[in-house]
């Protein structure tokens, strides 16, 4: 393989002992301390699942499906990636296995590889490499976080490539941090290291030798881990940064720098080193600690209540806001499901400052959630509607007015009044992945209405992930029914945005504007929700 000329820098972060134990706040925190040293920074998550991309994955068991504002479904580590870093990402940012073998094969079909016998190496392990050269192209310093646990068979053509792409740019232009755990045992009141020994140990076994060890854990072990951990790892002690759970995950970068890891990367790939400019990013960290002497609660109805990582951007999102209003967000997950058979349940959303209606799919506690933004309505309770909870709100104002069985067709294909139906390009897709309508979209809001007073301005643009819309066979009724249409596609033709004309703060967006909400610059509708539910209280 020819040497290739390496204009930028490489970071690859991997992981070992165990899944979730990390890797993404990693990588994104080594970004934030080089992006502080004036540094382009750029992102990339290789992602083993055979899957082309991460709308089909069940946000159950793999959380939130975050969104790009050029149409890519990805992993929620995308999120954290543009929240630490304050940059808009690409569908080239987000690699996952189906993708690299669909697009080998389809170049095999046609006749790229001049009769060669395809194999993982080199064509898999090289297509892997180009794409990763290709997004990294123009930036100072390219992150790549491998999903997975290294050991895990499906990851190995990613571990692979990234240890040819050390031979490509050369080593002085690469360096390998690797995630481990370290778990304490109660029973002998001792921290075990031999996990992390062992990660490092498969690691070097697939031929790349770590230069950076990010120890994470519980509670923080004691210094004399580090040293047991350099000597049975060979890597320096300098380079060895303790992680442990963190009061605020926006801690990390401070701790990384902290240790001194940001002048270990930067002397390891020959970079000219500069004092990091941590002061904007320390502001967040003391928000994100600050007991404020205002609290809300919020109530969010949920769906997905197994793995909260389903609605990571979004409660992010009200932390921000909660956090420039001087307001403690208490966020309290409440159950669609329980909302629609169990009525003592439903006394809890008396405790309730503000409630947000979350996006999701599917008929499965609908009924609850139509209950929940009925309730928001009568007692004039604040309710925001993100996608779904938009249109839940509108089939709630709907049987208000009189229409009994109004619905939409993903709950109900034969309801009489299908207020919410498929958008007329959607239907047929219903269950094929990347066909929704993704990405940027641009909206109008109407003059004199509350989401024009919220964002400042005529015309707007919010990333979105839908298949159904507001039908408009029914948008002349909406006067009658106590809505107006706030915000539409700019040629008309699509309800981006109602709200309640008689209530202080009944807002619904076809859109996810928390996938543009960022920790020092929270977005303007979850701040105007959080502000208005503590006016309610």
């Known amino acids: 393989m020819a040497r290739a000329k390496a204009d930028t820098k490489y970071v690859f972060v991997t992981g070992g002992v165990l899944s979730g134990v990390g890797k993404g706040i990693t990588a994104a925190s080594l970004g934030t301390i080089l992006k502080a040293r004036g540094l382009s920074v750029s992102i990339q998550k290789c992602d083993p699942y055979l899957n082309v991309d991460a709308g089909t994955l069940n946000p ?11 149409g890519a479904e990805t992993d929620l580590d995308l999120g954290h990636y543009e929240r630490f870093l304050d940059i808009e990402l690409t569908q080239a940012s987000s690699l996952m296995s189906g993708r ?12 790229k590889y001049l009769g060669k016998t395809v194999q993982i190496i080199p064509h898999v392990t090289n297509h892997i490499q180009d794409t990763i050269i290709k997004t990294a192209k123009g ?13 895990d068979y499906e990851s190995l053509s990613f571990i692979e490539a990234i240890r040819e792409m050390s031979m490509r740019v050369g080593l002085d232009n690469c360096l390998f941090a690797h995630v481990v755990y370290v778990p304490y045992l109660g029973a002998s009141g001792e921290f075990k290291t031999k996990p992390a020994q062992n990660a490092v140990r498969e690691l070097r076994g697939l031929g790349i030798v770590p230069d950076i060890l990010a120890v994470r854990s519980e509670v923080k072990p004691p210094k004399s881990t580090v040293a047991k951990l350099s000597l049975f790892s060979g890597v320096d002690k300098e380079a060895i940064v303790l992680l442990p759970n963190a009061s605020t995950i926006y801690q990390v970068p401070l701790t990384l720098e902290g ?11 020959g970079i000219r080193r500069v004092p990091a400019n941590l002061t904007s990013w320390r502001r967040v960290v003391k928000s994100a600690q600050t007991k404020y002497h205002k609290s809300v609660k919020i109530g969010v109805i949920a769906k997905y209540l197994d793995n909260q990582d389903t609605y990571m951007s979004l409660t992010e999102a009200l932390k921000a806001s909660g956090w420039a209003s001087d307001v403690n967000v208490d966020i309290t997950w409440i159950d669609a ?12 959303l008396k405790d309730m400052d503000g409630i947000v209606g979350l996006p999701g799919f599917g008929s499965r506690g609908s009924e609850g959630k139509i209950w929940a933004a009925n309730y928001a309505y009568e007692n004039k309770l604040p309710y925001l509607g993100i996608c ?10 709907a049987r208000r007015a009189g229409l009994a069985k109004a619905n939409s067709t993903e709950f109900d294909a034969s309801t009489p009044d299908p207020v919410i139906s498929t958008m007329a390009e959607q239907v047929g897709k219903e269950n094929t992945g990347g066909t929704m309508r993704l990405g940027d979209w641009t909206c109008v809001l109407e003059s004199g209405t509350k989401a024009r007073k919220i964002y400042g301005q005529a015309e707007i643009v919010e990333r979105h992930r839908h298949r159904y819309e507001a039908n408009n066979r029914y948008r002349d009724q909406y006067e009658d029914w106590g809505l107006r249409i706030s915000g539409t596609s700019p040629d008309g033709t699509l309800v981006e945005m ?3 004309a ?8 076809q859109a996810h504007p928390e996938f543009r909400s960022r920790p020092n610059r929270p977005h303007p509708l979850y701040t105007a929700f959080v502000r208005a539910s503590l006016a309610k209280k």
């Open 60 to 70: 159950a068991e793999h959380g939130e499906c975050f969104v790009t504002f050029d």
């Open 100 to 111: 690299v073998l669909r697009e080998v094969i389809d170049a095999e079909r046609g006749g």
């Open 337 to 348: 499901e329980q909302l629609e058979k169990d009525k003592q349940y439903r006394e809890g």
């Open 502 to 509: 008689d209530h202080p703060f009944f807002v619904g967006t």
């Open 139 to 151: 930036f100072d310093v390219h992150i790549v976080e491998v999903g997975g646990t290294v050991g």
């Open 498 to 500: 109602v709200e309640a």
């Open 388 to 397: 779904l909870g938009m249109q839940i709100s509108i089939i709630a104002m």
């Open 259 to 269: 240790s001194g890891l940001g002048d270990v990367i930067t002397g390891r790939l």
